[in-house]
């Protein structure tokens, strides 16, 4: 995957005429609208960024990083891109976890969004970590660049109902798996209702569905056994990508 096919879009296997992209300003009504369906609601903050097309930013870096060879691109092209992110005001902490959130749209042949996907770094758990470590100044902001770096969360992945059973989630799943696997993300994961019936879905596409009120060990990411506890009636679901070196 380049910068260019993650922004031009990449066409859905077996679709015909439905392709992937990453998300732009002209896409906020619709996504919101679709990632809604999800349950998921964007902050403002978020829709802010996504109205400069700001999002993302040291994730795209990283895919230059990796087109051009480089063996390590999270340590060349994204850790660039978020010290660029980071140096361009006081909310350094939000500026990383803006340039490496992951928007992605699925488009129908008339330019019409019909699906959508959001992953992110998983801010609560970082600051979690944080409020119990006690830890401040650049020593919590090691915590969060060593989760923006990673690992990401799926917080929500949603398919117009005129086009499902075409495998449109899948493959906004499968492409986010695959973009933050080149750039040298660690681990993604995220949360179902076990009501939802979604465990095969995702075990089908390369995840581990944990049992239930099973908890997430990333000590690989932050170098102490802490992660996300799903919450009542809820399983987290996750997939081991390559390690960062």
């Avoid at 092209?77 to 959130?101: D, F, K």
């Avoid at 989760?147 to 117009?160: E, K, L, N, Q, Y």
């Avoid at 997430?216 to 506890?229: E, I, K, M, Q, Y």
Wanted: with cysteine.
């Amino acid at each position: 995957m380049t910068r260019r096919t993650l922004q031009r879009g990449k066409n859905v296997p077996g679709s015909g005429d439905l392709r992937v992209r990453l998300a732009t300003a002209d896409d906020e009504i619709p996504l919101q609208s679709l990632l809604s369906l999800a349950g998921y609601k964007l902050e403002q903050a978020q829709l802010d960024t996504l109205r400069t097309n700001k999002l993302a930013t040291a994730i795209t870096a990283g895919l230059d990083a990796a087109s051009a060879g480089n063996a390590t691109p999270v340590a060349e092209g994204l850790m660039t891109g978020l010290a660029r992110e980071a140096s361009s005001g006081p909310e350094e902490v939000h500026h990383c976890l803006m340039a490496t959130t992951l928007p992605l749209v699925a488009i129908d042949r008339n330019g019409a969004v019909v699906g959508a996907s959001w992953s992110e770094p998983p801010e609560r758990v970082i600051q979690a970590l944080i409020t119990e470590l006690g830890t401040t100044g650049s020593d919590a902001m090691e915590i969060y660049l060593r989760g923006c770096i990673g690992v990401s969360r799926f917080s929500a992945v949603a398919v117009d109902p005129s086009v499902r059973g075409q495998g449109l989630g899948a493959t906004l799943v499968r492409t986010t798996t695959k973009v933050l696997r080149q750039i040298g993300l660690r681990d993604i994961y995220g949360q179902i209702r076990e009501s939802d019936q979604l465990e095969r879905f995702y075990e089908q596409l390369g995840f581990a569905v944990l049992a239930p009120g099973q908890p997430l060990d990333l000590s690989a990411v932050f170098g102490v056994a802490r992660g996300p506890v799903p919450a009542p009636g809820e399983r987290l679901f996750h997939r081991s990508l390559s390690p960062i070196t």
